[in-house]
């Protein structure tokens, strides 16, 4: 039903032939689109963390599972592809593992920022999130972002987290980390004042690390979460994007949200409120 129409053996035919005439074997290995070696050999390569609830996480079988890993089961399945191989990576090399081809797609709630536009790119939006100020429950200094000055911030590495605060938090001391646990197993010690990370995010691991926090402030922005790609992959992009479109029409998306994000969480009007805060912080 919702399989792509494909003449990629022919297209690769012609492709293969291109490339044994100009290009180096190197080369051959990454020339063309990758929808076609994805319909041809029925697998698609996905990376995302593992360690970022409620988006991608290990369950209790030690497979992947959450938000994310669920809508690009589906989305493998409308685009006419059997199987999803998971790559476990972190945010920091996201950008170049999708240059370097090791892997097709990145999905974990991952913000197309106009950095990471200049080297890769997004499909349509398929979530969003609020970013939040997390301090301990005992914490009193900190109320809002204007008192994060001179605090110890704690952020996850390569995320838009991090270049958020960087670029906000000036006078703060910014702290990364390659796994979300340990910023708020450092939270609940001391080593770290405040956490800035999503909502939903953040009170996963809080919960899951048995962490008296509490969020304090105003939402610091709204950011959408779209699928990462190589660029120069038109083909892949359509495909990716049919899929999206269908699963954000039928309500496929608004349920999986509700299942794995939150049950009262209204994913389709919370994309549709952070398009509009987006497009007036750019004046469009």
């Given at each position: 039903?919702?399989?792509l129409?494909?003449?990629?053996?022919?297209?690769?035919?012609?492709?293969?032939?291109?490339?044994?005439?100009?290009?180096?074997?190197?080369?051959?290995?990454?020339?063309?689109?990758?929808?076609?070696?994805?319909?041809?050999?029925?697998?698609i390569?996905?990376?995302?963390?593992?360690?970022?609830?409620?988006?991608?996480?290990?369950?209790?079988?030690?497979?992947?599972?959450?938000?994310?890993?669920?809508?690009?089961?589906?989305?493998?399945?409308?685009m006419?592809?059997?199987?999803?191989?998971?790559?476990?990576?972190?945010?920091?090399?996201?950008?170049?593992?999708?240059?370097?081809?090791?892997?097709?797609?990145?999905?974990?709630?991952?913000?197309?920022?106009?950095?990471?536009?200049?080297?890769?790119?997004f499909?349509?939006?398929?979530?969003?999130?609020?970013?939040?100020?997390?301090?301990?429950?005992?914490?009193?200094?900190?109320?809002?972002?204007?008192?994060?000055?001179?605090?110890?911030?704690?952020?996850?590495?390569?995320?838009?987290?991090?270049?958020?605060?960087?670029?906000?938090?000036?006078?703060?001391?910014?702290?990364t980390?390659?796994?979300?646990?340990?910023?708020?197993?450092?939270?609940?010690?001391?080593?770290?004042?405040?956490?800035?990370?999503?909502?939903?995010?953040?009170?996963?691991?809080?919960?899951?690390?048995?962490?008296?926090?509490?969020?304090?402030?105003?939402?610091?922005?709204?950011?959408?979460?779209?699928?990462?790609?190589?660029?120069?992959?038109?083909?892949?992009?359509?495909?990716?994007?049919?899929?999206?479109?269908?699963?954000?029409?039928?309500?496929?998306?608004?349920?999986?949200?509700?299942?794995?994000?939150?049950?009262?969480?209204?994913?389709?009007?919370s994309?549709?409120?952070?398009?509009?805060?987006?497009?007036?912080a750019?004046?469009?």
């Open positions: 039903m919702y399989s129409t494909s003449t990629a053996s022919t297209k690769n035919m012609l492709k293969t032939g291109l490339c044994a005439l100009f290009l180096t074997a190197a080369a051959c290995a990454h020339a063309g689109d990758s929808l076609d070696r994805i319909m041809n050999t029925q697998v390569r996905i990376a995302n963390t593992q360690t970022s609830p409620p988006w991608s996480m290990l369950g209790a079988d030690n497979k992947p599972t959450g938000y994310d890993v669920a809508v690009a089961k589906e989305l493998a399945k409308r006419g592809v059997a199987k999803v191989e998971f790559v476990a990576d972190t945010y920091k090399n996201f950008v170049s593992g999708l240059k370097t081809s090791k892997y097709d797609l990145v999905m974990n709630d991952l913000t197309p920022t106009t950095e990471r536009k200049k080297q890769i790119d499909s349509i939006p398929y979530g969003v999130e609020q970013f939040r100020i997390f301090v301990h429950k005992k914490d009193t200094d900190i109320v809002d972002q204007a008192t994060l000055a001179g605090k110890r911030v704690g952020v996850s590495s390569g995320s838009s987290n991090e270049s958020w605060s960087r670029a906000h938090l000036t006078n703060s001391d910014i702290r980390y390659d796994n979300g646990s340990l910023i708020f197993r450092d939270l609940a010690i001391g080593r770290i004042d405040a956490v800035i990370i999503s909502h939903f995010g953040g009170m996963k691991y809080a919960n899951a690390n048995n962490v008296p926090t509490k969020e304090v402030g105003q939402p610091l922005t709204y950011q959408l979460a779209a699928a990462g790609l190589a660029k120069n992959q038109p083909e892949l992009l359509a495909a990716v994007n049919k899929g999206l479109e269908s699963m954000l029409k039928d309500g496929t998306i608004e349920k999986l949200s509700k299942e794995f994000v939150g049950a009262d969480y209204a994913m389709l009007e994309i549709e409120k952070a398009k509009a805060e987006i497009a007036a750019s004046g469009n």
